[in-house]
């Protein structure tokens, strides 16, 4: 499995900062392609807010970035232990 792109983590900032009611999404654009895309609305108030599925993408996202993190972290301790990394074969 490949890491997880820039672009996800680019992502996952801005969702997490719509999540904490920053001023994170400047563009109209943005906004547009984010709602387009389902992941947020706009509030009461005119602020954006995460929809369910923006939550969801945001959860799976954490999960993807922590996956990667371990998986690191398991081969980092196999190459300090002299273990051959498995070759998918």
Excluded: F, Y
């Amino acid at each position: 499995m490949d890491p997880i792109s820039l672009e996800e983590l680019a992502l996952l900032e801005v969702l997490v900062e719509i999540d904490h009611a920053s001023k994170a999404v400047q563009t109209k654009a943005l906004q547009a392609r984010l709602a387009d895309a389902g992941l947020v609305e706009a509030g009461d108030d005119g602020e954006l807010k995460l929809t369910d599925a923006g939550i969801e993408r945001c959860k799976s996202l954490h999960h993807r970035v922590r996956a990667d993190r371990e998986a690191a972290e398991v081969l980092k301790e196999r190459e300090q232990s002299g273990e051959a990394a498995p070759t998918g074969e």
